[in-house]
């Protein structure tokens, strides 16, 4: 079976180039097959209008899809992001559009930085109700790394979430907020050769529930979305980069259930909000996966190409 990624901001690592502006030969013809009909993100009433909401990396990919779907829901959206040039453009390009959305540079390994950048948040706005852990990074830091790499693996995955959440900590207690992590359903399958990303991720998952139980006295809910193989424009670079692409999409739409299609951003997107929102209030400690059936079906139904 092929080692994917997942996500932008959750994946294996891809060349770093540009994305190519006209649809790749091996891509022609097979949008229908990945994309499913999705008007521009509506506003479906979740009662999230005039939250103050965080996403960390939220410039591509997955954060980018969240910050759009809070944005549409009246929420006011701080990206914090070490893409800063990604990340402003984003947020200017919702703000002409009449959205509420801020952009934060913030290297989210530094304390320091993060604590500062929280506290700007709370000083212009008055109150903090959602924060997303959505930046990672899948490093393909394996078994045999040196530890220091381990190490730094797990400060970019897990330690940040942590330090983004103590944070934000008082200010969700304050608003009976809620928190929604990001996961992997690396941490759950196994992958191969990235041990690091993948404790950090196991460890997040735990995390959602330990976090759960310790801020349920305070009405605050925590709970995770776990992605598997979602279409982002790395993921898009990854397979250019198989010797196949064409036969390589197909391969791993193939084992993917429900419609033989990879997950949108926009589908992992507007699950975190829902569990961000008030139509969720009694849902916490969840691990939610979001992917077509990919994990839990039995491998008979994953095994290759539909009959």
Known sequence: ?????????????????????????WLAGRHAVLFPAQHPFPRVNLELENKVVVVTGGARGIGEATVRSFA?????????????????????????AGRR?????????????????????????????VVVNNAGVNDGVGLRAP?????????RNLVQCVVVLQAALDALIAARGAVVNVGTKCAVTGQGGTSGYVAAKGALHA???EWALDLARHGVRVNAVIPA???????EQWLAQR???AAALDHIRHLIPLGHRLTTPREIADAIVFLAS?????TTGQLIHVDGGYVHFDRAATAGPAA
Do not use: W
């Open 229 to 235: 193989e979602v279409y982002t424009p790395l993921y």
């Open 72 to 96: 549409a829901e009246g929420s006011v959206v701080a990206v914090l992001d070490r893409h800063s040039d990604q990340a402003r453009q984003l947020a200017d390009e919702l703000v002409r």
């Open 207 to 209: 995390l959602t529930r």
């Open 243 to 245: 010797p196949d692409p």
């Open 278 to 282: 008030a139509r969720s209030s009694h």
């Open 147 to 155: 530890i220091a790499d381990f190490r730094a693996s797990l400060e």
């Open 101 to 129: 959305v801020e952009a934060h540079a913030c290297e989210l390994t530094d304390e320091t930085a993060v604590r500062a950048t929280i506290g700007r948040i709370l000083q212009s706005h008055g109150h903090l109700d």
């Open 1 to 25: 079976m092929l080692s994917t990624p997942e996500s932008c901001e959750n994946c294996r690592p891809a060349p770093r180039r540009k994305r190519a502006q006209a649809t790749p030969d």
